[in-house]
T-cell receptor
Framework: SQQGEEDPQALSIQEGENATMNCSYKTSINNLQWYRQNSGRGLVHLILIRSNEREKHSGRLRVTLDTSKKSSSLLITASRAADTASYFCATDRMGDMRFGAGTRLTVKP | DADVTQTPRNRITKTGKRIMLECSQTKGHDRMYWYRQDPGLGLRLIYYSFDVKDINKGEISDGYSVSRQAQAKFSLSLESAIPNQTALYFC??????????????FGPGTRLTVL
C-alpha cells in the first residue's frame, strides 16, 4: 500500500490565499519530500525535510514534519493561479520512495 | 526534465505482448527509479537501482522486470502485458552519491495502453 496519504484530496482557493496540504505516513523515514505535477507531466521536486528537522522554508513554501505523529504539512502562501497543480508527498526510507495519492489544488484568479 | 528521457512517449499494445520502456539520463546520477501512475492516484514504485549491480523491487514489481544496462540507462519490461498495466510510467533519477538525498528528477513519462 502507499506510504503517504494526503489530505484534502482537492482544494480550491482564491488567488492570494494560503493553501495547506497535509500528509500522513506509516513507517520510519529518512526524509520527506514534496512534489508538484502539472496535468500528467513529470513531477517536479519542491522541498525536502530531513527526519531530524521540524520546519523548513523555501520561498513561498513552508513544510513542517512531526515524526511522532508521522505527519507533514505543506503551506503555500500568497497563492497564484500558476500554483494550480497536484501536490504529492513522498517518503524516503533507505532509498525506497513511496508517494501519496496527492492533493489537487486549484487557485482561482 | 530534458536530462531524463523516456522512449517511447506513447505506446499501444495488445494483451500478452512483451514490451520494453527505456529511460536514459545525462545527469550522471547513480540511482534510477521506475514508477507507474494510475488516473487520480499517486506514483507507485516498481523497481529501483542504486547502481548497475544493485537492483531492488519496489511496491508493485510483479509482472515487471528491469535491466540497468549502464549507469545512464534503465529499462522496464512487461513480460506479458495485461490491461491493468495500462498507466502512465515515469522514470526518475537521484544523485545520492553526491547529495546523500533521494531528490527525484523525473522524465516526461510514457503513456502505455494495453488492449
Amino acid at each position: 500500500s502507499q506510504q503517504g496519504e494526503e489530505d484534502p484530496q482537492a482544494l480550491s482557493i482564491q488567488e492570494g490565499e494560503n493553501a495547506t496540504m497535509n500528509c500522513s505516513y506509516k513507517t520510519s523515514i529518512n526524509n520527506l519530500q514534496w512534489y508538484r505535477q502539472n496535468s500528467g507531466r513529470g513531477l517536479v521536486h519542491l522541498i525536502l525535510i530531513r527526519s531530524n528537522e521540524r520546519e523548513k522554508h523555501s520561498g513561498r513554501l513552508r513544510v513542517t514534519l512531526d515524526t511522532s505523529k508521522k505527519s507533514s504539512s505543506l503551506l503555500i502562501t500568497a497563492s497564484r493561479a500558476a500554483d494550480t497543480a497536484s501536490y504529492f508527498c513522498a517518503t524516503d526510507r533507505m532509498g525506497d520512495m513511496r508517494f501519496g495519492a496527492g492533493t489537487r489544488l486549484t487557485v482561482k484568479p | 526534465d530534458a536530462d531524463v528521457t523516456q522512449t517511447p512517449r506513447n505506446r499501444i499494445t495488445k494483451t500478452g505482448k512483451r514490451i520494453m520502456l527505456e529511460c536514459s539520463q545525462t545527469k550522471g546520477h547513480d540511482r534510477m527509479y521506475w514508477y507507474r501512475q494510475d488516473p487520480g492516484l499517486g506514483l507507485r514504485l516498481i523497481y529501483y537501482s542504486f547502481d548497475v549491480k544493485d537492483i531492488n523491487k519496489g511496491e508493485i514489481s510483479d509482472g515487471y522486470s528491469v535491466s540497468r544496462q549502464a549507469q545512464a540507462k534503465f529499462s522496464l519490461s512487461l513480460e506479458s502485458a495485461i490491461p491493468n498495466q495500462t498507466a502512465l510510467y515515469f522514470c526518475a533519477t537521484s544523485d545520492y552519491r553526491t547529495s546523500a538525498y533521494n531528490e527525484q528528477f523525473f522524465g516526461p513519462g510514457t503513456r502505455l495502453t494495453v488492449l
